[in-house]
């Protein structure tokens, strides 16, 4: 298994501002993905965080709402920029360990109100 | 694009058996998963399978998978009060997860 820290736990923003989301795998893994959750739904894939490049984006989100960073094997950030109410959600790291298993970890969450 | 459903709410008793269904379109997934989220926490994988697997067992904890027809299950047995939480059923393709909605499930004592 993985054990996957993210910072912050929660924080409440002001409209308008950028936060910076930190996910940190205790080891190194193949793959790492941001996902949000909004109030009462499911999860939606953001996109999935490439070490070394761009960030491959699913339909539905930009790199300048949501850039990422992947500068290694155990460590992305996830950056809401310019944020509004509708942002307003849990953001979830995730994580695969290997290619050859199918195992998928989350991280904790980070819970962002924004008012 | 990909869909998976599943009813939003079960309701059992404490000591009988849960059943939590799901349904997914995209015949190329690779792996299916449960996962269980209790309030204010993140997700934790319950369990997993391969999509060339018709059943896997842990503990109290039965998937089925008829890929003909494209369902998953899980089967809880034993249901305690501490298993009352919302359930995700995901697949996954080419690493990328498509997630349900979630059953919430209620364990009456």
């Known amino acids: 298994s993985a054990v996957i820290s993210q910072k912050p736990s929660r924080d409440i923003c002001q409209r308008g501002t950028s936060l910076t989301i930190q996910c940190q795998v205790d080891?190194?893994?193949?793959?790492m993905f941001w996902y949000r959750q909004q109030p009462g739904q499911s999860l939606t894939l953001i996109a999935t965080?490439?070490?070394?490049?761009?960030?491959?984006?699913e339909s539905g989100f930009v790199i300048d709402k949501f850039p990422i960073s992947r500068p290694n094997l155990t460590f992305s950030t996830l950056t809401v920029s310019n944020m509004s109410p509708e942002d307003s959600s849990i953001y979830l790291c995730?994580?695969?360990?290997?290619?050859?298993?199918?195992?998928?970890?989350f991280g904790e969450g980070s819970r962002l109100t924004v008012l | 694009g990909e869909d998976v459903e599943q009813s939003l709410f079960l309701s059992v008793r404490e000591g009988d058996s849960s059943v939590i269904n799901c349904t997914y379109t995209?015949?190329?997934?690779?792996?299916l998963y449960w996962y269980k989220q209790e309030p204010g926490a993140g997700l934790q994988l319950l369990t997993y399978?391969?999509?060339?697997?018709d059943m896997k067992q842990d503990q109290r904890l039965t998937v089925l998978l008829n890929k003909k027809d494209k369902h998953l299950s899980l089967r809880i047995a034993d249901t305690q009060t501490g298993d009352s939480a919302i359930y995700f059923c995901?697949?996954?393709?080419?690493?990328?997860?498509?997630f349900g909605d979630g059953t919430t499930l209620t364990v009456k004592p």
């Open positions: 995730s994580v695969r360990t290997s290619a050859n298993t199918g195992e998928l970890f």
């Open positions: 080891s190194q893994v193949t793959m």
């Open positions: 965080a490439n070490q070394g490049s761009e960030a491959t984006y």
């Open positions: 995209d015949s190329s997934s690779t792996y």
């Open positions: 399978i391969f999509s060339n697997m």
């Open positions: 995901a697949e996954s393709y080419a690493g990328k997860s498509t």
